[in-house]
């Protein structure tokens, strides 16, 4: 899909003013709902925003991280990269890392930064899937 970054207003061959999307570049959507369906759904409990909000009410500094791009280096089994095929114009491609869209990428990747941060959570930082608040 084109990936929009702004609109300019031109006129169309009748001589009408139209707006128009610019594109910076292209987004790859893959539709994951049949593989979604089928998948056994991993009940990782996430906190909800208020809840992590209310842990850090209080302190005299805060500090926030964003991890950009998080989910992206998280590695998908070997075996199960199969799942994640999609074609396009251009060939056959497989996801090695985790993609947007797939049903238990935010249990998993709130899983790992919790256990990457475990010395660290509810002490001096709260992790909201890839926000880190320090």
């Not at 031109?10 to 893959?30: A, H």
């Not at 500094?61 to 280096?73: P, R």
């Amino acid at each position: 899909m084109p990936k929009k970054s702004g609109i300019i207003v031109g006129q169309n061959d009748k001589g009408k003013e139209v707006s128009t999307c610019l594109t910076s570049g292209w987004r790859v959507c893959i539709d994951y709902r049949k593989l979604n369906a089928v998948k056994r759904k991993d009940h990782f409990p996430l906190s909800f925003i208020d809840q992590v909000l209310e842990r850090v009410l209080g302190h005299q500094f805060y500090y926030f991280l964003d991890g950009y791009s998080g989910y992206f280096q998280i590695e998908i089994a070997v075996e199960d990269q199969e799942k994640t095929t999609f074609t396009c114009p251009f060939g056959t491609y497989a996801y090695k890392k985790m993609s947007f869209g797939l049903c238990n990428v935010p249990a998993t990747f709130q899983r790992c930064m919790l256990s990457i941060f475990s010395d660290m959570v509810e002490r001096i930082m709260e992790v909201f899937m890839d926000d880190i608040t320090v």
